[in-house]
């Protein structure tokens, strides 16, 4: 029997100007991705080096991550200034010219845009502390007076995602302690009003600069934020974002107001759209509870894209993968919009460590081969799919960094490591045997921000590019046939049935994808050497932890 879902409404990206329908974008982590000054911290040049590496990859674009001027509290996710770049990473100059080469190269180029908050050194917040309560000034965020007889405690009970209290107390021009400020992250990022007209006009003019100089679209973070309650009550969890490190306060994210910028938003890119043809790309980091929810941002007025994260939090389970991926096609596909596929980012430990299962499975190579098979499903899936820097590499998470190296605000802020991203951040290793693995190209040699371990040698690029078993290889085959087949890209999908722990899938009217989440080989959905494989496939088997494609003759039941 064969569970059939729809295609999503319109036609393929290869034929019409919606490029980002079924894209393949790569995230660059910008201090981690190369350096070319050797000061060790990564930059535009070093992302401009590296282009020609990510167009033989096979991407259709990249996503930058933040580079603005910035204190770097949060790496650049605490915006002082939204319309330049930040010194350590180059100048506009240094920009424009990354911006040409990409278009040279064929690639699209996105910007991480953030506008739930921004630094505590904005001018806007600066302003807003000389300006005393009840000022203008103060109106671009959430100030208010604390509760108690002298104020001393704060407005609401809400506390912040990354650990502590989501409000600071700030001492007034006059030297008296005074009001409160919102910070859902950390006291370094007031979050910003958008009930006050201006944030929003503001950003306008940020995307419009934005535009202006070539880009291509923008990754929005927090992109269910930015609203909040406009009475700003006490919440019955208060503890539930900290808890879980994500956005689940229903009185802080997921406002029915958000919407309004997000279709504001969409009338500026199809405004550039209009006058060469090329549609300019909003991707919303969108966490809600449901698809259901999630398709809300992606109405044909709305963001074009939105994250699907559920996939990237699925356990290794044929079932789950099964139901998350008919339940994202069924509600997100059905807006007219596509799903867009993850597996890893700057945010998550990587598919190889967490795939193992368990601490020292990985060194028995289960956590690589599960992540090789993902990697082949999502590539087949319909819609676009996000591939995160040193993915295409293998690279595990590094998890032994020393507490005096971490970086992360959520581990000085809670003392904890657990859900801290330092270790999927740990700058790239791109050739040698010892670090900084060519990541440093300058002849001062500093070493990285973060540390390189040892083992990063044998996941070194000079070495991936050589070794045609290699993830990197496994990545290009799969993204020059999803490019050059008519079946891959958009489209509807067909479930076959399977044993327990294979889950199969038709893809257009002659590819199957399969995936063996078991541990035991059971017999291949079809007859025939694979096109291709994430590992070896014997004697018509589909060997455990191993994905396939095949073309030609699709099964009816």
Not at 48 to 58: E, N, S
Not at 99 to 107: E, I, Q, S, T, V
Not at 359 to 386: D, F, I, K, Q
Not at 510 to 534: H, K, R, W
């Amino acid at each position: 029997m064969l569970t059939t879902l729809p295609a999503a409404p319109g036609r393929s990206s290869r034929t019409t100007a919606a490029w980002w329908r079924d894209a393949v974008i790569y995230q660059v982590y910008v201090r981690s991705f190369l350096d070319s000054t050797g000061d060790g911290i990564g930059d535009l040049a070093g992302v401009r080096a590296g282009l020609p590496y990510l167009r033989k990859l096979g991407v259709d674009g990249i996503w930058l991550s933040p580079f603005y001027p910035s204190p770097q509290h949060d790496h650049g996710y605490d915006v002082a200034d939204y319309r330049d770049v930040d010194p350590v990473y180059g100048d506009l100059a240094e920009f424009d010219l990354l911006m040409g080469d990409a278009r040279r190269l064929g690639l699209k180029l996105l910007l991480d845009i953030v506008p739930n908050h921004c630094s505590s050194e904005h001018p806007w917040f600066r302003e807003a502390l000389a300006a005393g309560p009840g000022s203008p000034a103060r109106s671009r965020f959430h100030f208010a007076d604390g509760r108690g007889p002298r104020g001393e405690e704060p407005p609401n009970n809400w506390r912040a995602m990354f650990g502590g209290p989501a409000w600071s107390r700030i001492t007034e021009p006059d030297g008296t302690p005074g009001q409160w400020y919102l910070h859902l992250f950390t006291p370094q990022q007031p979050d910003l009003n958008w009930r006050n007209p201006e944030v929003g006009d503001s950003f306008e003019d940020v995307l419009r600069f934005w535009l202006d100089r070539g880009v291509d679209g923008f990754r929005i973070d927090v992109a269910a934020g930015l609203y909040k309650h406009p009475e700003l009550p006490d919440s019955a969890d208060p503890e539930a974002d900290e808890r879980s490190r994500d956005s689940v306060n229903p009185l802080a994210w997921n406002q029915p107001e958000v919407h309004q910028v997000w279709r504001r938003w969409r009338s500026v890119c199809e405004e550039y759209a209009a006058r060469d043809g090329n549609e300019r790309l909003l991707v919303g980091e969108v966490s809600v509870p449901t698809a259901r929810e999630h398709a809300e941002y992606v109405r044909p007025d709305e963001l074009h894209q939105a994250f699907f994260f559920d996939l990237l939090s699925a356990p290794w389970d044929a079932r789950a993968f099964r139901e998350t991926i008919t339940e994202a096609i069924r509600d997100i596909a059905g807006t007219g919009s596509t799903v867009t596929w993850v597996l890893n980012n700057h945010d998550q430990v990587r598919t190889v460590t967490r795939y193992a299962g368990e601490p020292g499975v990985e060194g028995s190579g289960l956590g690589a081969a599960r992540a090789r098979a993902a990697a082949l499903l999502m590539l087949a899936l319909p819609g676009a799919a996000y591939v995160y820097q040193g993915e295409e590499l293998g690279l595990p998470e590094v998890l032994d960094l020393p507490d005096e190296v971490l970086t992360d605000p959520i581990f000085h802020r809670t003392g904890s490591r657990a859900r801290i991203r330092d270790g999927c951040r740990v700058p790239l290793p791109w050739s040698g045997h010892a670090s900084p693995f060519g990541f440093s190209q300058g002849e001062a040699g500093a070493r990285p921000w973060l540390p390189q371990p040892e083992w990063f040698a044998a996941h070194a690029t000079e070495l991936a590019l050589a070794d045609t078993r290699s993830f990197w290889h496994l990545y290009r085959e799969g993204l020059q046939l999803r490019r050059s087949l008519p079946q891959l890209g958009e489209g509807s999908l067909r479930w076959l049935d399977t044993p327990p722990q294979v889950l199969a899938m038709v893809r257009g009217d002659g590819l199957i994808c399969a995936v063996n989440f078991g541990t035991d080989p059971v017999p291949a959905p079809v007859p025939g050497t694979p096109l291709l494989s994430s590992g070896p496939c014997p004697d018509g088997m589909l060997p455990g932890a191993t994905a396939a494609w095949w073309t030609g003759d699709c099964p009816t039941a």
